[in-house]
């Protein structure tokens, strides 16, 4: 299996044209696809949600000769690899690591980061897609069984693998708009809102934008942005990992969850 297959294999699940439409369309920025080729026969695959030294530790260990990333591995184009700017990238290069990131077609993608974070939280259908695309969507409402915030924000702890999150509000948990990654914008809260959501859940807030959604009566739960994503790229990964002719492994970072 060389690079090109490993891609299709990802494609098939999560398209990569989702990424482009989700660009074109929202005036997002990514970077998804194949970011280092080698140009080696693969021997072994490691999925992590970052690339990091970490990760390329682990790789090594594990015989893995190419990391599947969800963020993009690159993401702004680099003026020079070195150890002090580009350092997890320039072990890869040493090491002879390839790297594929699948980033905004695999958040928006069916089955994807986002669907699972719906799942996560108690969701099962979608009531209304914040921004829909050809195959893929991102941003859901969706009602989830009742219970107090206190009870859900226990729940999403135990069942994101996190003890790091930030609750605000007291009104009892129905109907939910969630987003992972990055996806706490006003944009957000207008459709929670339109949505008759009484609590927004995402990661990577500011703080006029939570006292914005507090202050329109929406409880907010923040989970860490590793732990919100992390959840659907294990599962992604799993998918992947049973069409592979490889070996594959998955590295969890525990500082970040």
Request: net charge negative; with cysteine; proline share 4%.
């Amino acid at each position: 299996m060389r690079s090109k297959e490993l891609y299709e294999l990802i494609d098939g699940l999560a398209p990569f044209a989702l990424s482009a439409e989700y660009v074109a369309r929202f005036g997002a920025r990514d970077n998804s696809g194949i970011i280092v080729d080698l140009g080696e026969e693969i021997a072994g695959v490691l999925f992590s949600l970052d690339l990091s030294l970490a990760a390329v530790a682990e790789a090594k260990r594990a015989g893995a000769n190419c990391i599947v990333t969800h963020h993009p591995a690159i993401w702004d184009a680099p003026r020079r690899i070195t150890p002090e700017d580009t350092p997890a990238l320039q072990r890869c290069l040493r090491e002879g690591i390839s790297v594929i990131s699948a980033h905004l077609n695999l958040d928006a993608a069916e089955g994807g980061i986002d669907e699972w974070m719906m799942r996560g939280l108690g969701g099962k259908t979608p009531l209304a897609c914040m921004e829909q695309l050809q195959g893929g969507a991102y941003g859901r409402v969706y009602d989830v069984p009742p219970a107090s915030l206190g009870e859900f924000a226990a729940r999403a702890r135990e069942t994101f693998g996190t003890a790091r999150t930030v609750v605000y509000g007291d009104r009892p948990v129905r109907r939910v708009a969630s987003f992972c990654g990055a996806g706490f914008g006003t944009d957000a809260i207008l459709f929670a809102l339109r949505q008759g959501a009484d609590t927004l859940v995402s990661s990577d807030q500011k703080h006029h934008l939570v006292a914005e959604a507090v202050e329109r009566g929406l409880n907010v739960l923040l989970l860490t942005h590793y732990a919100a994503e992390n959840y659907g790229f294990l599962r992604f990964a799993a998918r992947a990992a049973a069409g592979l002719r490889v070996p594959a492994t998955v590295f969890t970072d525990p500082r970040l969850m």
